[in-house]
């Protein structure tokens, strides 16, 4: 009996359960400190209103709150049935799959959303480093360092080929060009910047980097092929 790894056990256990408690009192604080402005949208969001929801941050961010169960139950139908068909690790695949769509999308919302002068003034681009960061604000810094964070923090877990930091960080950039890009093109009135590319980059890797316990290895990523079933012996 290996008695160093029964010793172990219990302590990564205890350590697991202090982090998930620390996590669900982080987000039960940011609720409580952000519940004013959500209440606020509630209203407009359960009826369907477009206005004062959807076009919205705290719409946005009341939404993505509210469809958490739906998102769970999604990740739990897909560890099923990967479960069933012998998949290893369903539940940190369907986790990482549902949490990078599900943390990610509601940024993107965000950022590409229209400002008031959308289509009529011409789009702005900055290319100095550092020059914005100035004028983001603590809020507006936070908020950029999230806009991929989901994406750095779950993307290693479920693809192998992008459990590096370099990788993460290349990918956030691609991503953030891409969006700055889109913003620039459909002229939607917001400022096509580099130094947000250079903080959702970020963002990306040190969520990555949060995650790293926690990434797929090359063996693991083989492993997760459906078992084929045994021949029949003749």
């Not at 560890?79 to 943390?103: D, F, K, N």
């Not at 960061?133 to 806009?147: D, E």
């Not at 890797?205 to 492993?223: D, K, M």
């Amino acid at each position: 009996m290996n008695h160093d790894a029964s010793l172990s056990a219990p302590p990564r256990r205890t350590r697991g359960r202090v982090l998930l408690g620390l996590a669900a009192l982080g987000v039960a604080s940011a609720l409580f400190a952000l519940r004013g402005p959500l209440l606020m949208s509630a209203p407009r969001c359960m009826a369907g209103r477009w206005h004062g929801c959807f076009d919205t941050f705290n719409g946005v961010v009341l939404m993505t709150l509210v469809t958490v169960p739906l998102a769970v139950l999604v990740a739990w139908a897909l560890a099923r049935r990967r479960r069933a068909a012998g998949v290893a690790s369903p539940w940190r695949t369907s986790l990482a799959e549902v949490g990078m769509v599900h943390g990610t999308v509601p940024f993107l919302w965000l950022t590409l959303m229209p400002g008031a002068g959308a289509g009529v003034v011409p789009a702005r681009v900055s290319l100095v480093p550092l020059r914005d960061l100035v004028t983001m604000g603590s809020l507006g810094i936070a908020g950029n360092l999230l806009v991929f964070a989901s994406l750095g923090f779950f993307a290693p877990m479920r693809f192998a080929a992008l459990a590096s930091v370099p990788r993460i960080l290349a990918l956030g950039a691609g991503c953030s060009v891409l969006v700055e890009t889109a913003q620039f093109v459909l002229r939607l009135d917001r400022v096509s910047s580099l130094d947000d590319v250079l903080v959702n980059a970020t963002g990306a890797a040190l969520a990555g980097l949060a995650s790293r316990r926690w990434w797929r290895t090359t063996a693991e990523a083989a492993s997760d092929r459906p078992r084929p079933a045994p021949e029949p012996v003749g």
